[in-house]
């Protein structure tokens, strides 16, 4: 749906996934759709000063691994806002208005 982040859950051996897996890493098994928490914290954080070329025009930015409690991975995303990002800092996702249907869609802001 509209502005959910979804994960996916493993009902054998109950592992979370923050970015979806079809199949459980530990186990083998099927996974399930769930809501990821409205809010996370930055569990690590780099600054890109150079890119690949689709996102050359936009160095420097931000990338940060986001932690969510209860979840046993972590999220890869772009990091918006946050002129002194930190370990620990609370953020939040945004999502783009106009929609690619690509990693770019969801980013992460302080929260």
């Known amino acids: 749906g509209k502005g959910r982040l979804l994960g996916s859950a493993c009902p054998g051996c109950n592992y979370r996934y923050a970015t ?19 809010r996370g914290v930055i569990h690590s954080w780099t600054t ?3 890119s690949g070329e689709p996102y050359l025009d936009e160095c420097p930015f931000h990338l940060a691994l986001i932690e969510f ?15 002194q990002p930190a370990i620990g800092m609370p ?21």
Do not use: Q
Not at 20 to 38: I, Q, S, Y
Not at 69 to 83: H, I, K, Q, S, W
């Open 69 to 83: 409690a209860g979840v046993d991975t972590l999220f890869m995303t772009r990091l918006v806002g946050a002129d």
């Open 48 to 50: 890109c000063h150079f």
């Open 91 to 111: 953020v939040k996702p945004r999502f783009r208005r106009k929609l690619t249907w690509s990693v770019n869609d969801v980013y992460f802001v302080p929260a």
């Open 20 to 38: 979806p897996r079809a199949v459980c890493m530990e186990c083998g098994g099927p996974t399930e759709w769930f809501d990821l928490p409205e």
